[in-house]
């Protein structure tokens, strides 16, 4: 399997779940990130991985929890969400420095309820 | 603030016709600029880069403009088919640090 490949594709879930988002890239890249993208918003950047090391978190809320036990893989853990954190979540990977854009995987589609 | 800015939330053009999407930057040191496609229901895809060093590329049907002084960037597709309709984003950074996007523009192609 080749370039980016997040599971699940949607998910729903409710406020008192755990639940966790899975991203995998087979590219060789040694950053990885996690966006948000709601509707009519810019996508947001939430998290940033470089060799495996946390580099930015971006004020997101504790109830979303990352983490990237190797430069191929990357999770994003959700426990106690609210309905406003209904939105596609995207994970993407790249070169760390220079980065020359990134490659984004399809997307997890979350609805809380 | 935003620092990438794609005022035109949509854009309908007639098949054969020229589309042209835009977007505004407000940080001067961006230097790198990328346009995504998206389709519903999948992630963005890379479409065509430029670097701050060049005013224009060009690839196939697609062509970026650059224009530093005025901080705006345009992406032409000539000619527009029915297969190019999906949301368009525009993004930005500087130093090969992280990219910055815009809000996106979502482009109709009318057959």
């Known amino acids: 399997e080749t370039g980016v490949t997040q599971t699940p594709r949607h998910l729903v879930m409710g406020m008192t779940n755990k639940k966790s988002l899975k991203c995998e890239q087979h590219?060789?890249?040694?950053?990885m990130y996690w966006y948000k993208q709601s509707a009519k918003k810019p996508l947001e950047l939430m998290f940033v991985?470089?060799?495996?090391?946390?580099?930015e978190n971006n004020s997101v809320p504790s109830r979303f929890s990352p983490e990237c036990p190797n430069s191929s893989h990357l999770f994003l853990h959700l426990h106690t969400l609210q309905p406003e954190d209904s939105a596609l979540y995207l994970c993407?990977?790249?070169?760390?420095?220079?980065?020359?854009?990134?490659?984004f995987g399809s997307g997890t589609r979350l609805t809380v309820v | 603030d935003q620092q990438v800015k794609q005022n035109s939330p949509s854009l309908s053009v007639q098949e054969g016709r020229i589309s042209i999407l835009n977007c505004d930057y407000t940080?001067?040191?961006?230097?790198?600029f990328l346009w995504y496609k998206k389709y519903p229901a999948e992630g963005p895809t890379f479409l065509i880069s430029?670097?701050?060093?060049?005013d224009k590329n060009e690839d196939g049907r697609f062509t970026v403009f650059l224009n530093k002084s005025a901080k705006h960037l345009s992406l032409h597709i000539v000619p527009s088919q029915p297969g190019d309709s999906a949301v368009y984003f525009c993004?930005?950074?500087?130093?090969?640090?992280?990219?910055?996007f815009g809000t996106g523009t979502s482009l109709t192609v009318i057959p």
């Open positions: 940080n001067s040191m961006f230097d790198y």
């Open positions: 993407a990977s790249s070169q760390a420095t220079p980065n020359y854009g990134y490659t």
């Open positions: 430029i670097s701050s060093i060049k």
């Open positions: 590219l060789g890249h040694n950053a």
């Open positions: 991985y470089n060799f495996k090391e946390q580099t």
């Open positions: 993004a930005a950074s500087a130093l090969g640090n992280q990219f910055y």
